[in-house]
C-alpha cells in the first residue's frame, strides 16, 4: 500500500498524512534510547573503545549503564518533545509527498508507480520536502539529547530563544547541506529495497502463507533501513557534528569538543584526527535504530492505511 497502486484502493493525500503522523508519532517513543545512544557516539571525538581511557562511551552496554547512572532512566527519551515534533512533521510531509508523487509520475510519465526506481527517486525527493520542513526539530532534539548535566536548555522555549538570540536564524539550519545529500539516497533506498523486497516476498512465499502480511511489512522494512543506513552513514555523524557548533560548553563533561568551519572542514578534521572510522561512530545503534525504526514506520503506516481504507 506504500506508494501509488492503480490496481487498488489507495489512500488520498490527507490519509497519507494522518498514517504517516501516527506511524512516526509510535516508532519515535519505541526507538528513542537508540537514538540517544547514537547520538552520543557519533558527537565523541575520542575513539569508542575501552583501551582509550579518556572515552566517555566504550559500546552499547557500557553507555546504557552510564547514562542511567548518571542521568536516570528519562535521559533516553532527551529531547523527545521536539523529536516527536520532527517524526509526526516528518512523517505526514514524506508520506503525502511520496504518495502523491508516485501518482504523479504513473499519470504523467511513461513509468509505472509500482516500478523500484520511480519509488527510490520518489521516495528521495519526498524525504528532503520533508527534511527542509523539519530541519529546525532536528536541530532541537539534537542539542537536547546531547547535552549533559547541567542542563543548558531547561525546556525547549528556552531552547529555541536562546539559540535565536545567541546564534542568530541560521543555527535552526546548521547541517542542512550533508542532511541534504544524505537523505535523498538514504531515502530513496529506503523506499527502492522495501519495494524489491515486497516484490521478492510476493514471489517467495505461497499464497497460503501471506497471511502474516504485517510482520512480513516489518521484516521487510527492517532491511531496507539495515542496507540504506549503511550505504549512507557518514552523513549522519557530519550533519550531528555541525548541528552542534556553538554548543561547546554543554560537550565538555562528554570529553574534547572540536569546532568546524563547514562540511569539507568538518570531513577533513575528521579524517586527520579520527580515522577513516570516525566516519562510523554510533553505527552499531544506528542500525538498530535504522532496522527498529524503518520497519516499525512501513509497519504502522501500512496498518493505519488499511485501517483508513
Known amino acids: ?10 489512500v488520498s493525500t490527507v490519509e497519507a498524512a494522518a498514517a504517516g503522523s501516527a506511524s512516526g508519532f509510535v516508532t519515535r517513543v519505541l526507538v528513542s534510547p537508540l537514538d540517544v545512544l547514537k547520538i552520543r557516539f557519533q558527537l565523541q571525538i575520542e575513539q569508542l573503545s575501552s583501551r582509550n581511557p579518556a572515552a566517555k562511551y566504550h559500546g552499547i552496554l557500557q553507555a546504557v549503564q552510564r547514562i542511567f547512572q548518571e542521568e ?7 529531547g523527545h518533545v521536539p523529536a516527536q515534533f520532527l517524526s509526526v512533521g516528518y512523517g505526514a510531509v514524506q508520506f503525502m509527498a511520496f504518495e502523491s508523487l508516485t501518482k504523479l509520475v504513473h499519470h504523467v510519465t511513461s513509468y509505472d508507480a509500482r516500478d523500484s526506481f520511480v519509488h527510490f527517486v520518489c521516495g528521495g525527493l519526498a524525504a528532503c520536502t520533508a527534511t527542509v520542513a523539519v530541519q529546525p526539530v532536528d536541530t532541537l532534539r539534537t542539542r537536547f539529547a546531547a547535552q549533559g548535566e547541567p542542563k543548558v536548555y531547561p525546556n525547549l522555549r528556552q531552547a529555541v530563544l536562546t539559540m535565536y ?16 545529500i544524505a537523505i535523498f539516497p538514504y531515502a530513496g533506498l529506503q523506499f527502492y529495497f522495501y519495494n524489491i523486497l515486497q516484490q521478492f516476498s510476493e514471489w517467495v512465499i505461497p499464497a497460503e502463507g501471506k497471511k502474516g502480511g504485517n510482520v512480513k511489512n516489518l521484516v521487510c522494512g527492517s532491511c531496507a533501513g539495515i542496507i540504506s543506513k549503511t550505504l549512507t552513514y557518514p552523513f549522519d555523524v ?14 565538555a563533561a562528554f570529553g574534547q569538543v572540536r569546532v568546524y568551519r563547514g562540511l569539507l572542514d568538518c ?20 542500525v538498530l535504530k535504522a532496522a527498529a525504526s ?15 481504507c
Open 267 to 286: 570531513i577533513r578534521q575528521i579524517m586527520r584526527e579520527e580515522g577513516p572510522g570516525g566516519f562510523f561512530k554510533g553505527l552499531s545503534p544506528s
Open 72 to 78: 536516570g532512566l528519562v535521559a533516553f527519551w532527551k
Open 165 to 180: 538570540r545567541t546564534e542568530g536564524p541560521q543555527t535552526f539550519y546548521r547541517g542542512l547541506t550533508p542532511t541534504i
Open 294 to 308: 524503518t520497519g516499525l514506520v512501513f509497519f504502522w503506516y501500512e496498518l493505519f492505511c488499511s485501517f483508513l
Open 1 to 10: 500500500m506504500v506508494g501509488y497502486d492503480p490496481e487498488a484502493q489507495c
Open 238 to 251: 557530519f550533519k550531528k557534528r555541525l548541528q552542534v557548533g556553538g554548543f561547546e560548553q554543554a560537550r
